[in-house]
Structure formats: C-alpha cells, structure tokens
C-alpha cells in the first residue's frame, strides 16, 4: 500500500519567483514538479531533467499536467538558469513544511512508538573549490520513514553547531527523540529540546570533558555492576563481519550531574570479527538522554543509537551513490544546495511507494510516469 502525502505541488507557492516577469516562460512551480518527477525517474543533472520530458514527448497531456502553459519544456541551460534563482531558502522551509504537515495528518506514529529523529551534516563534495555559496547542509531524518524532515545550508563563516538552532525553529519537537552524533552534544541543544516536549539521545566524547570523564569513571570503575539499570545486546552477521553490540544504562549520575533534562546515562560497546581473518574490533562510546527508563528501556535506547546511522545508509549513501551527489559537476551559486534538497524531495516521494531498491523506483518511474505525477500532486 502507497503511504499518502501532501500534493507536493500546492506548498510550491511559498518559493517566491526572483525572475523579472518579463520573457518568463515557464511558472517555477512546473519548473520544480518536472524536477520531481524526473529524479523519481533516474535522473541526476538540470541536463537529465530536460532529457526526461523530451523522452516523454508522446504524452502530450505531461506538460500540461506539470504546469506548462507551453507544448515545449524547458531546456537544459533553462533549467540551469532556473534553478540558479530558486531562493534556496525558501525551498527548504517549503519543503519542511510539506514533510511536517505529512506527518501531522498522513503519516502519523504509532500509539505508544517512539519517533527518532536524526541530526546530522554532510558535505557536498568539490562545491566550494568549484564556487559554491554552500558546501556542506544540515539535515533532520526520520529512523521510521526513511525521508529527509528537513535541510538548512550551513555558511562557510559557521558549522553544524551554529545552523542547529535555525533548524530546530523550522520543525516540530514535542514528542520526538532526536539523536545526535557528539558533535551536538550541546548544553543549549539539549535545553532547547526537552524546554519544546522533545527528547534526546546525545554521543558524549571529550568535547564535553566533565561529562565524558564522569561516564567514563561510572561505567569503568571495579565494581560499577550495582550501578547498572538495564542492559541489552544484538548480534548480527552480515558482509563477512559478525558484530555484537552492547547497552547498558544506568541512573545513577541523574542527580550529579547538571544537564537538561537528563534521566539515564548509557555505555555501548561494539565487538566486530571480521570472519575470514578473525580479527576482533572493539569500541566504547558513551551517551545521555532525556527518556525515562519507562519510555525508554536499554533495548529501546540500543535501537535508536543503531538507528541514527540509518541518515548515513538511506539519505547520504543513496544521494552520492544513486543520485551521483558528490560526482556532480552542478556547481554554480546555491545549485548543489537546491539539488540536495530536491534529491531529498525525490527520495521522500520514492519512499511513499516502499521501494526497497532506489534503481528499481527508477525504473518503475521511468515507465509509469502517471503515477510519479499523482505522487507529486500534479
């Protein structure tokens, strides 16, 4: 069954149109719905775009339905041109928005669920030797859905860090688990979460040194068994590689140590044996977070720390390596930005349709058109 969504197409309106009036040809919001429909469809670059309603040419009836008023689509410099004045901004939030009332109304959590939420950058490779205005973006990614919540670019002059609270204004907090890689183990973000009826789950490593040193001592010392709450463990093989990981928590620093909204602390350690060779590797990392024992239990907790790296897997992996993100040569001004978030677009859209495999959504699209049309809203 297709998970329903927002007519992408109606939120297209928020993206005000820099272009002079004069000699516009094409309306940007049927510029964006082919830029949709054609991702959905294999296509990578403005120059694959234009190649996907010339392909589709027999189907008179695609253009009109994607919002030209003219028998003719935009070529690929008009595309280039185009999405070079998109205001990226104004795309993100109008993407966020269309993913947020999404889920407010289509796609909701379970009773009782818990809804994770990743926060993490990436960089668009060779942007900024190229001339870029952004060479790296923030992104918020559903563990549940596998689709991209939200995108902000981060500005040469900052970092993650410094775009985190610009993008946790544009989202809903009150009843998510965000989880974080160290980086924004943050006092401020850590306030700001649980103060919006969110929660947390924060990588601590020696960015935070009191409270790395703390955990550490806790969970090290001789004898530290009294003071564990709960504990689980996994074990997988897969890749030639059998991997074990283990969590235990512990309440026994909540009343120490001084950090928003804390109610359990958290150890893991990773044991992987590669199978043709035996060797053994072996890694410690330590966590907090604001769920309760009772919302959260050890193997609770062990899920969504496994979970956030499903950001890497199923967001960034699947843009540079079926979308071609870091081969790209878009370079020009914000384009890499406002390709990013249109990738993320596509990837939500091919989701809605629970494909398994990325190339094979390709290929579905590529054929049946129609209903890559109906995805979009058009």
Excluded at 22 to 43: E, T
Excluded at 69 to 90: A, M
Excluded at 165 to 181: H, I, N, S
Excluded at 315 to 334: C, I, K, L, P
Aim: charged fraction near 20%.
């Amino acid at each position: 069954m297709v998970k329903q969504i927002k007519p992408l197409s109606s939120y297209w309106g928020q993206i005000e149109d820099s272009r002079k009036a004069k000699g516009l040809r094409h309306p940007l919001g049927a510029v964006l719905n082919l830029c949709s429909v054609a991702l959905m469809a294999g296509a990578k670059t403005p120059k694959g775009i234009a190649n996907y309603w010339k392909n589709r040419q027999p189907e008179p009836e695609l253009l009109a339905r994607l919002g030209f008023s003219k028998p003719y689509g935009p070529s690929q410099s008009t595309l280039y041109e185009v999405l070079s004045q998109v205001k990226v901004t104004e795309l993100e939030r109008a993407l966020t928005a269309w993913m947020e009332d999404s889920l407010a109304d289509s796609l909701p959590v379970e009773p009782g669920e818990l809804e994770g939420m990743s926060l993490d950058g990436k960089t668009l490779k060779g942007s900024s030797k190229q001339g870029a205005e952004i060479d790296q973006v923030l992104s918020l990614f559903s563990h549940r859905l596998g689709m991209t919540i939200a995108q902000l670019g981060i500005p040469a002059e900052t970092n993650e860090i410094g775009v985190l609270p610009d993008l946790l204004v544009e989202v809903v907090l009150a009843g998510r688990v965000f989880t974080m890689d160290a980086l924004h183990t943050q006092v401020e973000t850590a306030k700001t979460i649980v103060e919006q009826g969110g929660d947390y789950v924060m990588v601590v490593k020696q960015n935070q040194p009191q409270l790395y040193e703390a955990l550490e001592t806790l969970f090290e010392q001789p004898g530290a068994d009294p003071f564990i709450h709960d504990q689980a463990a996994t074990f997988d093989a897969a890749h030639g590689r059998l991997e074990q990981r283990t969590l235990v928590s512990s309440l026994a620093l909540t009343d120490f140590l001084h950090w928003p909204g804390l109610q359990q602390v958290f150890r893991v350690d990773r044991h992987t044996t590669l199978q043709k060779s035996g060797r053994v590797r072996s890694q410690t990392s330590f966590g907090v977070t604001s769920l309760s024992p009772d919302q959260a239990d050890a193997a609770a907790l062990l899920s969504l720390v496994r979970q956030h790296w499903h950001i890497e897997n199923r967001s960034h992996y699947v843009r540079d390596v079926s979308f071609g993100e870091d081969a790209s040569q878009v370079r020009r001004g914000a384009l890499p930005q406002v390709m990013a978030a249109l990738r993320n677009c596509a990837i939500n859209l091919i989701r809605c349709h629970h494909f398994q495999f990325i190339p094979d959504a390709f290929d579905y699209f590529a054929v049946h058109y129609f209903r890559a049309l109906d995805t979009v809203g058009c």
